[in-house]
């Protein structure tokens, strides 16, 4: 089963704009990555937070994660068409057992 | 570094007839997982080694799937017999110890028939 519910499932949004997924989870983690999925390709990770981090920065990503409400979210800034694909978070319980989300797929258009 | 090589990247058969995916991971790494992806169940772990032992088969979803790791640089995920629910695309990933992020290859899409 699913550990993570990504929302919305779906974002439309135009060039320059950002982005914003969101994830809930459901059992306490010790860490929290994303990943960004191109169509027909395999995943690529993005970024990792740590279970005692509550943000973390890489380049246009921010991500932040609160453990008390068992969620974290992804902003993606000035959005640009190569941004378009489906983001996974993913929790790990352990170093190696990840548990994927449902996924959200962008679209960003010119 | 190449990444992680799967083989075949797609691959068609018939109900019945025995698959077999393959999968290079990077050199070096000494975790290898294999995933399965539908758009009913999502992504789903089948089973990881770490230096080439299988340490958690518990997604494996039945006696007709196995995996195997001969060596670090090889590994293989079987099915017999398939059957047509087993479509779907089918990940390699590797890590590297210490380190908690995944390397994925590019997916064998399989479609049973």
């Not at chain 1, 489906?86 to 449902?102: H, I, M, N, Q, W």
């Not at chain 2, 080439?52 to 090889?74: H, L, Q, T, W, Y």
């Amino acid at each position: 089963s699913q550990q993570g519910e990504e929302d919305p499932q779906a974002l439309s949004i135009q060039e320059g704009e950002n982005a914003t997924m969101n994830c809930s989870y459901k059992t306490s983690i010790n860490n929290l990555q994303w990943y960004r999925q191109n169509s027909g390709r395999g995943l690529v990770h993005l970024i990792l937070i740590r279970s005692n981090e509550r943000e973390k920065h890489s380049g246009r990503l921010r991500v932040t994660l609160d453990t008390s409400k068992k969620s974290s979210s992804l902003l993606i800034t000035a959005s640009r068409a190569a941004d378009t694909a489906s983001y996974f978070c993913a929790t790990a319980l352990t170093a190696s057992k990840l548990t994927f989300g449902t996924g959200t797929r962008l679209q960003v258009t010119l | 570094d190449a990444g992680v090589i799967q083989s075949p990247r797609h691959e068609v058969t018939e109900m019945g007839q025995e698959v077999t995916l393959r999968c290079k991971p990077i050199s070096g790494h000494d975790y290898l997982f294999w995933y399965r992806q539908t758009m009913m169940r999502g992504l789903e772990l089948l089973i990881y080694f770490n230096n080439n032992v299988p340490i958690d088969d518990s997604g494996m979803p039945e006696d007709r799937f196995s995996a195997k790791m001969p060596n670090a640089s090889f590994s293989t995920l079987k099915i017999q017999p398939s059957e047509p629910r087993d479509s779907a695309v089918y990940f390699c990933a590797s890590r590297v110890d210490g380190h908690y992020e995944q390397y994925f290859g590019p997916g064998t899409r399989l479609t049973v028939t």
